[in-house]
């Protein structure tokens, strides 16, 4: 097993339970949708998954291990095994495409020989080739979300989280980026998806983890299912 959360719970200081008693268990090389309504607890299970914030409650195992109590450097090499991409790209403004998915290749120390390789090859792969000196700021949301697929990726990271990938794009652009999922799930990544869209879910006929009001209410392979 890859992923596991035991009881786990999120409790906001303003006293909001974004997550309340979450069992859930993902294997190597699944493709698994987190669905629900806008506060249904999607985004902060994706935190936690990611380390990016501590539960108030319960566990959250990776490769059988605790996350929760992990050192700085600990944690560090966790994420060297993960990739992220979220809703509002996190893209560093003033840098170039090139920059941006480089400095994923430069967090791991991999020689400027290699990165200078691997960086357009995999702008290539996201249908990004030729555009290595743009500034992102440049590009369309589309485009910039591309260029936020290509840093979580290019370190072959054993699981991809993604927060709502394609909520402020255009359905061909999230059907394109959708198809790239799929393709890197093939390959062996297990990718775990937060996502609102209900004509996606309905077309990939993909594991359906349901939450709602922070509970899990459905767990599932198929469409939609609220």
């Given at each position: 097993?890859l992923?596991?959360?035991?009881?786990?719970g999120?409790i906001?200081?303003?006293?909001i339970?974004?997550l309340?008693?979450?069992n859930l268990s993902?294997?190597?090389?699944?493709?698994?949708?987190?669905?629900?309504?806008?506060g249904?607890g999607?985004?902060?299970?994706i935190?936690?998954?990611?380390?990016?914030?501590?539960?108030?409650?319960?566990q959250?195992?990776?490769?059988?291990r605790?996350?929760v109590?992990l050192?700085?450097?600990?944690?560090?090499r966790?994420?060297?095994?993960?990739?992220?991409?979220?809703?509002d790209?996190?893209l560093?403004?003033?840098?170039s495409?090139?920059?941006?998915?480089?400095?994923?290749?430069k967090?791991?120390?991999?020689?400027?020989?290699?990165?200078?390789?691997r960086?357009?090859?995999?702008?290539e792969r996201?249908?990004?080739?030729?555009?290595?000196?743009?500034n992102v700021?440049?590009l369309?949301?589309g485009e910039?979300?591309?260029?936020?697929v290509?840093?979580?990726?290019?370190?072959?990271?054993?699981?991809?989280?993604a927060d709502?990938?394609t909520?402020?794009l255009?359905p061909k652009?999230?059907e394109?980026?959708?198809?790239?999922?799929?393709?890197i799930?093939a390959?062996?990544?297990?990718?775990v998806?937060?996502?609102?869209?209900?004509?996606?879910?309905?077309?990939m006929q993909k594991?359906?983890?349901?939450?709602?009001?922070?509970?899990?209410?459905?767990d599932?392979?198929?469409?939609w299912?609220?």
């Amino acid at each position: 097993m890859l992923i596991q959360t035991i009881s786990l719970g999120k409790i906001y200081k303003n006293g909001i339970i974004a997550l309340d008693d979450i069992n859930l268990s993902i294997d190597f090389g699944e493709f698994v949708f987190l669905t629900g309504a806008s506060g249904a607890g999607k985004s902060t299970l994706i935190r936690l998954l990611f380390r990016e914030e501590l539960p108030s409650a319960g566990q959250v195992l990776i490769g059988g291990r605790s996350i929760v109590r992990l050192t700085t450097p600990e944690i560090v090499r966790l994420r060297r095994n993960s990739g992220v991409v979220f809703q509002d790209f996190r893209l560093m403004e003033h840098c170039s495409v090139f920059d941006n998915v480089a400095f994923a290749l430069k967090a791991v120390e991999r020689p400027w020989a290699e990165i200078k390789e691997r960086v357009p090859a995999m702008l290539e792969r996201v249908g990004l080739a030729g555009r290595e000196n743009e500034n992102v700021m440049h590009l369309s949301g589309g485009e910039q979300q591309r260029v936020a697929v290509a840093r979580a990726i290019i370190n072959h990271p054993l699981v991809l989280f993604a927060d709502e990938p394609t909520g402020d794009l255009d359905p061909k652009t999230s059907e394109e980026l959708i198809r790239l999922f799929d393709e890197i799930n093939a390959e062996g990544t297990t990718l775990v998806m937060a996502t609102h869209d209900q004509i996606i879910v309905d077309k990939m006929q993909k594991r359906v983890v349901t939450l709602d009001h922070g509970k899990l209410i459905g767990d599932t392979v198929g469409g939609w299912q609220l």
